[in-house]
């Protein structure tokens, strides 16, 4: 690595990050088949997608002949890193809190009502987005969805705990 690479801190130039989400993408792709055929289709996908990103982004980080062919392709180098500082625990845990806070919702409220929660949500508090901004997003975010499963695919979303009269065993 280059002296401008040494600059980045050690945990953003890790291989880790890349090693977790490719077996994340790996465990997603096993379990998605033991959905049925049409609603495996999304999952193995982005899967199949994050696991490709994953080793490009782990071989250009290795001292390979053609890392640094990846990095200059790929712009994966730490040269020019899109965010300059290094933020502290307490903001990544409050962007775990928020991921968290919408898989819950999605859990007891259901897919379609959570989302666009969620959007106006992290516009309004995290954002610091007008609540018209927000309303408007979280409209948005919510036809897009509503149109794309409901009404194109005739995919009926988890209706949630609470909305579905099988709880818990649908999720």
Not at 37 to 44: F, K, M, Y
Not at 75 to 95: C, L, S, T, V, Y
Not at 99 to 123: D, E, K, Q, R
Request: glycine fraction near 8%; charged fraction near 15%.
């Amino acid at each position: 690595m280059s002296s401008d690479d040494n600059r980045a801190p050690k945990a953003v130039r890790s291989i880790w990050p890349a090693v977790v989400l490719a077996g994340f993408s790996a465990l997603m792709i096993f379990w998605s088949h033991s959905y049925g055929e049409t609603a495996r289709l999304v999952p193995v996908l982005v899967g199949w997608g994050m696991l490709a990103l994953c080793i490009v982004d782990i071989l250009s980080r290795l001292n390979l002949p053609f890392s640094q062919m990846l990095k200059d392709f790929w712009g994966a180098d730490f040269r020019n890193r899109e965010m300059k500082h290094n933020p502290a625990w307490k903001a990544d845990i409050a962007q775990v809190l928020w991921v968290t806070g919408c898989v819950a919702g999605m859990l007891t409220i259901g897919i379609l009502p959570s989302v666009p929660v969620f959007v106006m949500g992290y516009m309004a508090f995290h954002g610091g987005r007008r609540w018209l901004e927000c309303v408007a997003a979280g409209a948005i975010v919510f036809g897009f969805v509503f149109v794309v499963f409901e009404v194109l695919l005739d995919y009926e979303l988890y209706r949630g705990v609470l909305f579905d009269e099988r709880g818990f065993s649908n999720w």
